[in-house]
C-alpha cells in the first residue's frame, strides 16, 4: 500500500503539468489567431510580395511625319540575342558548343574581359555577359548580342530547340529616316538619368529599359512632347518560384497605351534644299580660304502669316541614329570636343550673334514711327561722322569715328534708301542724333530697347523646342550692372545698328522681319502642326497664333501675350510672359510698316540695294534686309584679326516672298562667311526658289 502510495504522482504535480499544457496551448493558439487572423492580411501580402512580380509592358512610342505625311522618325525592330542562365544545359561541353555558336553568329567574342557597362555596349565576352546574367538574375532573359542581323536573328530562332536557354526577341528602337537632315529638330533619346528615375518610375517606367527624348522634338519644351510621344507602359502579374523562375500569369492585364503620334510643320523636301544650299555655301567658303574658316552656318524657313517653321538647318549637326541603340561614348566626346561648331546645339534657336545690319530694321521702324525723321527728308551720308563720345551727361567726351560701310558715302539718303543702301551713316543719326540734323539723341538706346522688344527681340518666343536664348538688347543698366561701366554715346550708335553688346538668335532676326512683312503681328514660332492617334485621326491642332500685333491699335498686356491662342500650350505661353518683365506691345502706324516694307522691296530691287542681283528672284517679288555682323571670338582673337575697323564678320540675309503677300520668309547666317549678300544672299535665293518649285509641282499632281 505504502509502495502505491510512493509510484503515485502527487495531484499538485499533475495540476501544475495540465496548467503548463494549457498555457502552452494558448499560447500556440493565441499566436496561431495573431499569424493567422489578426496578422494573416499582412503575412499574406508579404507571401503574395514573394510570389508574384509585376512586370511592365511597353508601349509603344509614337512616330513622327513632316506635314507631307513623310515618315521623319520609325520604330524598327532590333534583333537581340538572349541566354537564360539558369536553362542552359548541366553538361559544360553542351554549353561550350552554345556559347561558340552564339559567338560565331553574332561577332561576339567568346571570352573576353571588359568593364561591367549596361546592356548592349560592347566589350566583354559571351561568358563573361553570361555570367554577370547568372550572378544578377538567372532565370531571366540576359542580353548578349544586340542589333544582330535579321537573318542571324532567323537562323538562331531556327536552331533554338538545339539551343536550349538562348531566344531571341525584337525590341523596338527609333529609326531616324532623315538623320543628320533633321536631328537638329528632331533630337534624339536616351536611357532615364539616375537624377530622373524616382519621377519617371512614378510614371511606369522602367530605368534599365525604357528610353525618354533628349533633344528636340523627343522631348519638346521642359519634357511635353515626351510625356505626348510616350504613351503609358502596361503592367501583367506573374508568378514566380523561389529561385526567380516564371511560373505563369495572374490576374489582369493592364494594357500599354500606345504615344501619339506627330505631324510637323517641315517640308522635308524643302528642309533638304536648305541644307543642301547652306552647307555648298559653307564649303565653297571654307575651300576658298584653305581653312576651317566658318565651322556653323543657320538657316530657318517660316510661314510669316501662321509661324509655321518650314525648314530650319542648323550645320554642323550629328547623326541621331547612332544614339538609337545606345549612345556610343566616343562618338559623343566627338561632338562634345568640337566646341567651335557645337554639333549637338540648335544653332537656329539656342545660339546668340550680332545680328547686324538686319537690326537696323528695329531702328527704322522706332524712327519714322517715334517722328524722328520722316519718309521724304534726306540726311547726308559723307562716309565718316566724327561724335563726341561722352559717359555721362557733363562729360566732354573723346572725338570717335564712326563710318560707313561705303567709304565715300552714300551722299544724301532717305527713309526707304536708308534701308535699301543699309546706310550706316544714316542710322547712326536717326538712331544715336547728330548735331545740326537729328537732335535729342535721336531714337535713343530707351527707344531701341522699346521697339526691339516689339519685334521680337531680347526674350524668348516660345518655339516648341528645348533650348530657345533669349539674345540680348542692352542697356545703360546692363552695362552698369555686368561690366561696371556706364553707357557711353559711341554704345548707342552701336547699338542701332546691331552692334556692341547685341546679340540674337537667328529665329529672333527672322522673326522681326516676318512681323514688318505681314504688317505688324508677330506670330508664335512653332514646329507641331497636329498630334494624332495611332489611326490617324486628328486629336490636337495647334492654330496659328498671334502673341502681340504692334499695328492693330491696341496694346496687350503682359498677361494677355498669347492669350487668344487656346491651342498654344501653357507651357511657352507662361515661358513667353515670364521672360519678359513689361509688355512688349507697342502701337505703330500701318504706314511705317508699310515704308519698311518698301524699304526692303529695294534691298533687292534698286541697283544699288545691297543683295540687288544677289538675292533677287526671277519671277517673284521679294523683300530683304542684308546684314554683316562685326565680331571677335576666342579663335579670332588668337589669330590676330580683332582689329579696329577690321574686325571679322558674319554673313546674314533675310527676305520674303511674294512682297505683295508673303508667304515665305527665310534667315540664312553664315558664321564668319563675310558680307551678308554675298555669302548669305544666295542661300537665301535658292531656298525661295525651292519653295516655289515645290509649290508648283504640288499644284500640278493636284490637277
Not at 59 to 88: C, K, W
Not at 293 to 317: F, Y
Not at 594 to 602: F, P, R, T, V, Y
Request: glycine residues 10%.
Amino acid at each position: 500500500m505504502n509502495e502505491n502510495s510512493s509510484l503515485r504522482i502527487p495531484a499538485t504535480r499533475l495540476r501544475m503539468t495540465y496548467l503548463i499544457i494549457i498555457v502552452i496551448l494558448l499560447i500556440f493558439i493565441g499566436r496561431l489567431f495573431s499569424l493567422q487572423i489578426i496578422q494573416g492580411e499582412s503575412y499574406r501580402q508579404i507571401a503574395d510580395d514573394n510570389r508574384f512580380d509585376d512586370v511592365s509592358i511597353p508601349a509603344q512610342r509614337g512616330v513622327i511625319y513632316d506635314r507631307n505625311d513623310f515618315q521623319l522618325v520609325r520604330n524598327i525592330p532590333e534583333y537581340r540575342v538572349m541566354v537564360t542562365p539558369a536553362l542552359l544545359p548541366d553538361s559544360n561541353a553542351e554549353k561550350e558548343l552554345i556559347y561558340r555558336r552564339i559567338s560565331g553568329l553574332t561577332g561576339v567574342p567568346l571570352d573576353q574581359e571588359g568593364p561591367i557597362a549596361a546592356p548592349c555596349i560592347p566589350g566583354r565576352g559571351v561568358l563573361q555577359l553570361i555570367n554577370e546574367g547568372l550572378t544578377n538574375r538567372p532565370f531571366d532573359a540576359w542580353p548578349i548580342a544586340c542589333d544582330v542581323d535579321e537573318t542571324v536573328a532567323r537562323v538562331l530562332r531556327e536552331e533554338q530547340i538545339d539551343l536550349p536557354g538562348v531566344s531571341v526577341i525584337a525590341v523596338p528602337v527609333r529609326d531616324y529616316t532623315t538623320g543628320e537632315l533633321t536631328a537638329a529638330m528632331v533630337g534624339y533619346m536616351g536611357p532615364i538619368p539616375a537624377g530622373l528615375a524616382d519621377y519617371y518610375e512614378e510614371l511606369g517606367f522602367l530605368k534599365e529599359r525604357d528610353k525618354i527624348g533628349y533633344a528636340g522634338i523627343e522631348v519638346g519644351y521642359l519634357g511635353m512632347y515626351q510625356e505626348i510621344l510616350a504613351g503609358q507602359n502596361g503592367l501583367k502579374l506573374v508568378e514566380r518560384d523561389v529561385a526567380g523562375q516564371y511560373l505563369r500569369d495572374v490576374g489582369t492585364f493592364t494594357q500599354p497605351i500606345p504615344g501619339n503620334n506627330m505631324r510637323l510643320t517641315i517640308d522635308t523636301r524643302l528642309q533638304a534644299a536648305a541644307e543642301t544650299a547652306l552647307r555648298n555655301r559653307m564649303d565653297f567658303i571654307n575651300r576658298y580660304s584653305g581653312e576651317e574658316r566658318t565651322p556653323l552656318g543657320v538657316v530657318i524657313a517660316m510661314n510669316p502669316q501662321t509661324g509655321e517653321i518650314l525648314a530650319m538647318v542648323s550645320l554642323p549637326t550629328y547623326e541621331n541614329n547612332r544614339f538609337a541603340r545606345f549612345i556610343p561614348q566616343d562618338y559623343y566626346q566627338q561632338l562634345e570636343d568640337d566646341t567651335r561648331g557645337s554639333p549637338l546645339t540648335n544653332h537656329a534657336i539656342a545660339s546668340e550673334f550680332p545680328p547686324g545690319s538686319t537690326f537696323k530694321m528695329v531702328t527704322a521702324v522706332g524712327a519714322l514711327n517715334e517722328e524722328v525723321i520722316t519718309p521724304d527728308r534726306k540726311l547726308f551720308d559723307p562716309g565718316k561722322i566724327t561724335i563726341e563720345n561722352k559717359y555721362f551727361p557733363q562729360d566732354p567726351g573723346k572725338a570717335k569715328d564712326f563710318i560707313c560701310w561705303k567709304r565715300e558715302g552714300h551722299g544724301d539718303v532717305d527713309f526707304v534708301h536708308g534701308i535699301a543702301w543699309s546706310c550706316n551713316v544714316y542710322f547712326y543719326k536717326i538712331g544715336g542724333g547728330y548735331p545740326g540734323e537729328i537732335e535729342d539723341g535721336g531714337l535713343g538706346v530707351t527707344g531701341i530697347n522699346t521697339y526691339a522688344p516689339a519685334l521680337g527681340y531680347g526674350a524668348p518666343l516660345g518655339i516648341d523646342l528645348p533650348g530657345e536664348e533669349d539674345g540680348l538688347i542692352p542697356d545703360e543698366d546692363w552695362k552698369r550692372i555686368n561690366l561696371g561701366e556706364n553707357w557711353s554715346t559711341g554704345d548707342t550708335y552701336n547699338t542701332v545698328v546691331g552692334q556692341g553688346f547685341v546679340a540674337a538668335t537667328p529665329l529672333q532676326v527672322l522673326t522681326s522681319i516676318a512681323t514688318i512683312a505681314n504688317g505688324g503681328r508677330v506670330m508664335w514660332p512653332h514646329i507641331i502642326q497636329e498630334v494624332l492617334d495611332g489611326e490617324g485621326n486628328i486629336i490636337q491642332r495647334y492654330e496659328p497664333c498671334v502673341l502681340w500685333d504692334i499695328g492693330d491699335g491696341v496694346l496687350t498686356p503682359l498677361e494677355e501675350i498669347g492669350a487668344n491662342c487656346p491651342t498654344m500650350p501653357a507651357e511657352l505661353r507662361e515661358f513667353v510672359q515670364n521672360s519678359r518683365s513689361e509688355s512688349p506691345d507697342v502701337l505703330v502706324d500701318p504706314a511705317v510698316i508699310e515704308l519698311a516694307q518698301a524699304g526692303m522691296h529695294l534691298v533687292v530691287t534698286d541697283p544699288d540695294g545691297t543683295a540687288y542681283g544677289r538675292a533677287d528672284l526671277e519671277t517673284i517679288s521679294s523683300a530683304g534686309k542684308t546684314g554683316t555682323g562685326e565680331f571677335c571670338d576666342q579663335v579670332v582673337y588668337q589669330q590676330g584679326l580683332c582689329k579696329p575697323g577690321e574686325w571679322p564678320t558674319h554673313s546674314w540675309y533675310v527676305a520674303y516672298a511674294p512682297f505683295e503677300n508673303p508667304e515665305i520668309a527665310v534667315v540664312a547666317f553664315v558664321y564668319y562667311g563675310g558680307e551678308g549678300a554675298i555669302t548669305s544672299g544666295p542661300i537665301v535665293r535658292q531656298v525661295l526658289e525651292a519653295y516655289f518649285e515645290i509649290k508648283s509641282i504640288d499644284a500640278a499632281r493636284a490637277q
